[in-house]
């Protein structure tokens, strides 16, 4: 079954994110806007739930680096262990969401990312 990003952000879904072989989920991508990827959902949901967690609501916001550093330790270690593939994943779920209006970049370079109002 495939399922949007959005619809799967609902918590009452993300109960069932320790299904890692299982259902992929499309994921948008902010520099290619014609682009859609598939993805594992438990991973993403996973990643996704750190990085908002783990991101300010407001400028000037904090480093991919910084968001890395910060989500870690709260990432699931079944599906990430040791931080296995968090870069990759982060930078998934960041193009995703700010894709989708859901986080933003400052204006100036370094990239800084906060979140958007819902």
Known sequence: MLTSAKAMADDTICDQMNDPDGEQIEVLNVTSPSHVGLV???????????????????????????????????????????????????????????????IARGPKAPVRLYRLPS
């Open 40 to 102: 594992n959902r438990a991973k993403y949901m996973a990643m996704h739930q750190a990085l908002m967690a783990a991101l300010p609501d407001q400028e000037p916001g904090m480093t991919p680096a910084e968001a890395k550093a910060a989500l870690l330790p709260h990432l699931d270690a079944t599906l990430f262990p040791e931080g296995d593939k968090a870069g990759w994943w982060l930078k998934c779920v960041q193009l995703d969401l700010e894709a989708r209006g859901e």
